[in-house]
C-alpha cells in the first residue's frame, strides 16, 4: 500500500491565511475520528504545536491556531480511510479553501510515507512531534505515576528499547529532529509536561 501524494503543491495560494473555525475544526475531528487513542494522540500533537507556535516562534492568536490546527487535524483521514491517509484529509482541506500553509504542515508530517518534504518549520515541528509525542506518551502509561516525575532519561531508555512502542518509528523520530535542527533531549523536554496537560475526553 503506498501513501505517496505524488505532489508538491497544496491548496490555492488565493486561499492563503484561510482557516477553519475552531468549532469547524472540531466538528470535522469528530465526524472523521472514531477511535479515543487516536483522538487523544491528534489532541497532544494540536497541544504541542500550539504551546510551540506561542513559546518558540512568538505567533499570535491567528498564528498558534494555524500550527494547532494542523495537529488537530493531521492523522484525521488515518481512523477510517488509512488507505488514503493524507490524501483525504488534504482534499477536504482544499475543498474547504484551508490556506497552503496548513495543508502543506499535513502533506509533510510524513516524508518517508507522503512523499512529501517538511520545508517551513511548521512543517518540520509537526514531524517532529507526531512519533515522539506517541513515544512518550506510550511511556506515561506504563508508569504508574503517568506523566509526574517524568524525566527526559526515562523517555531515551524507551527511546533505544526497540520492543517497547514498536511502532513508533525510531528512524522518523531521528530524522525529524536532525531536519528541526533540535536535539531529541529538547524535544522530550518540551514535551513532557505540556502532553501531561492535555486529558482524555472522557
Ligand atoms: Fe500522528
Redesign the pocket.
Known amino acids: 500500500m503506498s501513501l505517496l501524494l505524488n505532489r508538491n503543491v497544496f491548496g490555492n495560494p488565493a486561499h492563503a491565511g484561510n482557516v477553519l473555525s475552531r468549532r469547524e475544526a472540531e466538528d470535522l475531528f469528530h465526524s472523521w475520528v472514531i477511535n479515543a487513542r487516536l483522538k487523544l ?2 489532541r497532544q ?1 494540536a497541544w504541542l504545536m500550539r504551546c510551540w507556535a506561542a513559546e518558540k516562534e512568538g505567533l499570535d492568536e491567528a498564528g498558534q491556531w494555524r500550527w494547532e490546527m494542523a495537529g488537530l487535524l ?2 484525521a483521514d ?1 481512523d477510517q480511510w488509512p488507505e488514503t491517509h493524507c490524501a483525504k484529509i488534504i482534499e477536504e482541506l482544499e475543498r474547504r479553501e484551508v490556506g497552503p500553509e496548513i495543508i502543506r504542515a499535513i502533506a509533510s ?1 510524513g516524508p518517508a510515507h507522503f512523499g512529501v518534504e517538511p520545508e517551513t518549520v511548521m512543517d518540520k515541528m509537526l514531524y517532529a512531534f ?2 515522539l ?2 513515544l512518550v506518551h506510550a511511556y506515561s502509561l506504563m508508569r504508574p505515576e503517568g506523566y509526574a516525575g517524568m524525566e527526559v532519561k526515562g523517555v531515551k531508555k524507551r527511546l533505544k528499547e526497540k520492543s517497547f512502542a514498536a511502532n513508533v518509528s525510531r528512524e522518523d523520530i531521528n530524522d525529524a529532529a536532525a531536519r528541526a535542527g533540535i536535539s531529541i533531549d529538547d524535544l522530550i523536554a518540551f514535551i513532557i509536561p505540556r502532553q501531561a496537560t492535555v486529558l482524555p475526553e472522557d
Open positions: 494522540h491528534m500533537v493531521h492523522d488515518w508530517h507526531d512519533e509525542s506517541g
